[in-house]
């Protein structure tokens, strides 16, 4: 009979986690990870296989904790650009509040070099995730004519996620979120133009 793991999964995935959103990939060794976690190498190395296989694991966990519900918002019924006002709104919200700390997906981005190929890769995967329902929303948008149906779908994909990419990087604006919400209104209206 095998022995019962003496920890809780979650927390290791948790506090690992958070260890790489403050120092990042590359600036977190694995002796702070052994520090933090409380697993001693060989328990993390048997269940998470290298600093590499806890880190895709910590995107995953922030995937399911940081990033659902925000996404749940771009895929409420009926899709159009509703949607995206609402999840801009919400990512303001957390870019203003006390708990903002950019994105674990892109500070693993920025240090692309130094962070293993498979990790990026997962991270790709989740962030076609969201193009793909900011693609959804938009074409919803254009069916409706709240955008003009020569609108070029990819272009204003892109021109969202990069959006997305430049609040979670510059966090709160100078004047908070009023200027923020002013940045938001342009971009829609951009969208509306075309």
Known sequence: MGRH????????LNDA???FWQKGYHGTPLSELVAVTGLNKHS????FGSKAGIFEECIEHYWMKA???PLSLLRQKPLGLSNIIAFFEDRIEYICS???KSCLFVKATIEHDLVEDRALEHIQKKNRVYTG???DCLKAAADSGEIPETSDPEFLTDYLFHFLVGMLVMGKP???KAEAKKQLDFIISSLKAG
Request: hydrophobic share 35%.
């Open 44 to 47: 993390m190395y048997k269940e």
């Open 17 to 19: 986690m958070q260890l």
């Open 98 to 100: 006390k708990e903002f």
């Open 174 to 176: 100078k004047k908070g």
């Open 133 to 135: 329902a900011f693609a």
């Open 67 to 69: 990033l659902g519900e």
């Open 5 to 12: 793991k003496a920890y809780d999964r979650e927390k290791v």
